[in-house]
């Protein structure tokens, strides 16, 4: 499976973005997908992750509330929705995929997308 991520941008305080990862070239639907984010100087992070039968969700402490993470299983793409965005949230985010539930929350998954930067001005 390749994943290509979009939408990563410099957005200022309290705004919102909605990030998007494509699949390419395999059923989406059979995999647990999440998002990963690694800050400057810090070890990557998962944010969310979502089953492949979309009955489980895992989500970040940092980020409970405030970020969504959603699948469109007929266009084989993963959004996180993001708002109410502080500086903190810099960092490039990755999309990650796994068949595996448990590799998908342990951050240990078989397939990474490149990552988008994601910038919040103070």
């Known amino acids: 499976v390749r994943l290509v991520e979009s939408g990563g941008k410099l957005v200022q305080t309290g705004g919102s973005l909605r990030l998007s990862c494509e699949a390419f070239g395999d059923t989406f639907d059979d995999y647990a997908i999440g998002w990963f984010r690694q800050a400057p100087g810090k070890e990557r992070e998962g944010v969310a992750c979502l089953s492949s039968s979309d009955l489980s969700t895992e989500y970040s402490v940092s980020v409970n509330g405030r970020l969504f993470i959603s699948r469109d299983n007929a266009k084989n793409v993963v959004y996180l929705q993001m708002n109410s965005l502080k500086p903190e949230d810099t960092a490039v985010y990755y999309c990650?995929?796994?068949?595996?539930?448990?590799?998908?929350?342990?951050?240990?998954?078989?397939?990474w997308g490149q990552g988008t930067q994601v910038s919040v001005s103070s």
């Open positions: 990650a995929a796994d068949s595996n539930w448990g590799q998908m929350v342990a951050g240990m998954n078989d397939y």
